[in-house]
């Protein structure tokens, strides 16, 4: 059983900054990419950040600047570093992991598209 647990949000300050984690619990054997979405309400869920096992990153344009994703493939978590919180960055940010092997005892599993439960950040004065 495996488990991604997201952690770091709360409310801020525009202008302020937070550093989200996720962490991968379990017996885990590899995780190729983990990638960080968020979803503010009334919208569509949009890509943040991504990262690969080797620590390559990509962001969408709009995302370039403020944030910054990066990886401890000992401990199994992705950070989302969030500078320059604005009204707008309010949402609940989610962790996901493209493909993820792990053993239960001996036997080997294989998840994809894997979500965590989220964490809610809001940017209000």
């Known amino acids: 059983q495996v488990e991604l647990v997201e952690s770091g949000g709360g409310l801020v300050q525009p202008g302020g900054s937070l550093r989200l984690s996720c962490a991968a619990s379990?017996?885990?054997?590899?995780?190729?990419?983990m990638a960080w979405y968020r979803q503010a309400p009334g919208k569509q869920r949009e890509l943040v950040a991504s990262i690969t096992s080797s620590g390559r990153t990509n962001y969408p344009d709009s995302k370039k600047g403020r944030f910054t994703i990066s990886r401890d493939n000992a401990k199994n978590t992705t950070y989302l570093q969030i500078n320059s919180l604005k009204p707008e960055d309010t949402a609940v940010y989610y962790c996901?992991?493209?493909?993820?092997?792990?053993?239960?005892?001996?036997?080997?599993?294989?998840?994809?598209?894997?979500w965590g439960q989220g964490t809610q950040v809001t940017v209000s004065s």
């Open positions: 379990g017996s885990i054997r590899s995780i190729n990419v």
């Open positions: 996901n992991v493209d493909r993820l092997i792990y053993y239960n005892g001996n036997v080997r599993y294989t998840k994809s598209n894997y």
